[in-house]
């Protein structure tokens, strides 16, 4: 059984930082790449960041460039999103997802399995 199992989120003031993390188990990690994306209150769900599988293909929303990074720990069979800056329009639900062609796309239709998502919330 395939599992995306999201971490880490909560309640912070802007300007702070959160690292999110999602554990993969059920396929072989190191052969997919691997996005994040959030959905706001009454918004469409958009990519964040997206990296392959090697580790050195990253792909950034322009929204995030310079403040999220995404980074995987393959011994772990994780994926980590440090997000630094943050300002409440981050305030989402975050989800992370997996991509068996490798894609390292922010196109979430790329993406075969996601987590069920991890609140994430930014106050002014």
């Known amino acids: 059984e395939v599992r995306l199992v999201e971490s880490g989120g909560g309640l912070v003031q802007a300007g702070q930082s959160m690292r999110l993390s999602c554990t993969a188990s059920?396929?072989?990690?190191?052969?997919?790449?691997m996005g994040w994306f959030r959905q706001a209150p009454g918004k469409g769900r958009e990519g964040v960041a997206s990296i392959g599988n090697s580790g050195g293909m990253t792909t950034y929303a322009n929204a995030v460039q310079g403040r999220f990074t995404i980074s995987t720990d393959n011994a772990r069979n994780t994926v980590y999103l440090q997000m630094d800056s943050l300002t409440p329009d981050d305030t989402a639900v975050y989800y992370c997802a997996a991509d068996p062609n490798n894609l390292a796309t922010l196109w979430a239709r790329a993406y075969e399995h996601w987590g069920q998502g991890i609140q994430v919330t930014v106050s002014a």
């Open positions: 059920g396929f072989i990690f190191d052969h997919y790449s």
